[in-house]
């Protein structure tokens, strides 16, 4: 077999066998085909496309390309969630241990933030002693032993999609559904839970930018999961504007604890409940009201909470934090963004206000960049509202001085204000499944 005929043969937009997509895997993997000609069967698949049942080999060969958790004395009870990614989207910590108070096993492997999105494990290592780096004997007894553990993604998980997403983004291949679908649903299967729901965010601060385009991946993902003998679902959800009010690390695990705590933005809790509600549904085998009144119940019983600290506490994280959130860093620099006119906020640019998160020291521009925990930006206004000139639309927190005027200035070009309010789009737009 030759990568040459691999390579000609999608080109030419004929399928591709289980045993060719095996032999590119493997072959990629182990560096005996290079770059150079992946490169070309990427490109061929970015404009020939794949079917279902190719997709399906190529998320199966990168799945086993690594490392595999067994999940399997969890039975049907192993949950886990995937989100698209967002911004202020902390909804990890909230649905997670909501889920698990139910009695479901969360055995959850989670990533960092780049670019404009955030990462859930920055997230938690704002938490002091936070320990995302379980060996897998310890990381499956936490599961066993309390139903929840989150860790960071493993050295040798899926190491043929490192290989593969690193070349995409370098090769104009990034935006293609077969490959997207591969990469996002090969981590899921490596990670081994039976039940997964995939948040998909759609909008302004989202890789999807229209409710078409994200229900065209969402059913994808969710064949090639079944195809692949997962039981799978996906949430639309609405990524127009920031989740929730705070966006940086610290700050987002303080709203977590507030929703988990029954407060918190209607927004924020509405999200969390319908991807907990959908999770549970699936677990369980009922239908999805009656998992919306165990998730809401959950919530407002506090035991989602104690869940949340009882797994914090396990991992080695400080759970005064979680009792107190004013112990965590403060900034030496804050900053009020105001309005510079009245009337109501018609539009906002998410992924511009996650950069200017990134630029006050939240995020990070590459993969090596270190994160300050304590950044990020506090939203005062959201889409919908009336403001007065003068009004604050969100305080900038930052122990950069030098990037506050340009991160202000930033602010005010993502948010649009005008004299009509708004028609407002949903929060839920479908539930795929």
């Known amino acids: 077999m030759r990568m040459y005929d691999i390579i000609e043969k999608k080109r030419d937009g004929h399928p591709l066998s289980e045993d060719e997509i095996r032999f590119f895997i493997k072959g990629y993997t182990e560096g005996s085909i290079p770059d150079y000609q992946a490169s070309a069967l990427c490109m061929a698949i970015f404009?020939?496309?794949?079917?279902?049942?190719?997709?399906?080999?190529?998320?199966?060969?990168?799945?086993?390309?690594?490392?595999?958790?067994?999940?399997?004395?969890?039975?049907?009870?192993?949950?886990?969630?995937?989100?698209?990614?967002?911004?202020?989207?902390?909804?990890?910590?909230?649905?997670?241990?909501?889920?698990?108070?139910?009695?479901?096993?969360?055995?959850?492997?989670?990533?960092?933030?780049?670019?404009?999105?955030?990462?859930?494990?920055?997230?938690?290592?704002?938490?002091?002693?936070?320990?995302?780096?379980?060996?897998?004997?310890?990381?499956?007894?936490?599961?066993?032993?309390?139903?929840?553990?989150?860790?960071?993604?493993?050295?040798?998980?899926?190491?043929?999609?490192?290989?593969?997403?690193?070349?995409?983004?370098?090769?104009?291949?990034?935006?293609?559904?077969?490959?997207?679908?591969?990469?996002?649903?090969?981590?899921?299967?490596?990670?081994?839970?039976?039940?997964?729901?995939?948040?998909?965010?759609?909008?302004?601060?989202?890789?999807?930018?229209?409710?078409?385009?994200?229900?065209?991946l969402a059913e994808k993902m969710t064949t090639i999961g079944r195809l692949c003998g997962r039981n799978i679902a996906a949430v639309l959800t609405n990524m127009d504007e920031p989740l929730g009010h705070n966006i940086g690390n610290a700050l987002e695990v303080m709203e977590a604890v507030r929703v988990l705590q029954g407060e918190g933005p209607e927004d924020m809790k509405i999200v969390c409940l319908t991807l907990a509600a959908t999770l549970i549904s699936m677990v369980f085998r009922i239908p999805q009201e009656e998992a919306m009144k165990k998730a809401e119940e959950a919530l407002s019983s506090g035991a989602a909470f104690a869940k949340m600290q009882e797994w914090i506490g396990r991992q080695g994280g400080d759970v005064r934090y979680l009792k107190d959130t004013s112990l965590f860093p403060k900034c030496a620099f804050s900053y009020d963004v105001r309005s510079g006119s009245e009337g109501y906020i018609q539009a906002v640019d998410a992924e511009q206000i996650g950069l200017c998160s990134v630029r006050l020291g939240a995020g990070r521009a590459t993969k090596e960049e270190p994160v300050d925990p304590a950044a990020g930006i506090i939203i005062k206004k959201k889409i919908g509202d009336k403001v007065a000139r003068g009004d604050v639309l969100c305080t900038l927190y930052t122990n950069r001085r030098a990037v506050l005027k340009e991160a202000a200035a930033q602010i005010s070009a993502a948010v649009t204000i005008g004299p009509d309010a708004p028609i407002k789009k949903p929060l839920i737009f479908d539930i795929v499944r």
Do not use: C, W
Request: aromatic share 4%; no cysteine; net charge negative.
């Open 47 to 216: 404009f020939q496309g794949m079917n279902d049942r190719e997709i399906s080999f190529l998320t199966d060969a990168m799945a086993h390309s690594g490392d595999m958790i067994d999940l399997s004395r969890f039975d049907t009870l192993s949950a886990d969630k995937h989100s698209t990614g967002g911004v202020g989207d902390k909804t990890s910590l909230i649905v997670m241990p909501l889920v698990a108070s139910l009695g479901a096993k969360v055995a959850k492997m989670t990533g960092r933030g780049l670019g404009h999105t955030g990462g859930t494990v920055d997230k938690l290592e704002s938490i002091p002693g936070y320990d995302i780096t379980l060996d897998e004997k310890t990381f499956l007894k936490q599961v066993e032993d309390i139903g929840i553990a989150l860790v960071g993604q493993s050295g040798n998980l899926t190491p043929a999609d490192k290989k593969l997403y690193a070349l995409r983004d370098v090769t104009a291949t990034v935006d293609s559904i077969p490959l997207i679908t591969s990469s996002i649903m090969s981590k899921k299967l490596a990670a081994g839970a039976q039940n997964i729901v995939l948040d998909v965010k759609v909008g302004s601060g989202a890789f999807m930018k229209t409710v078409e385009d994200a229900r065209v």
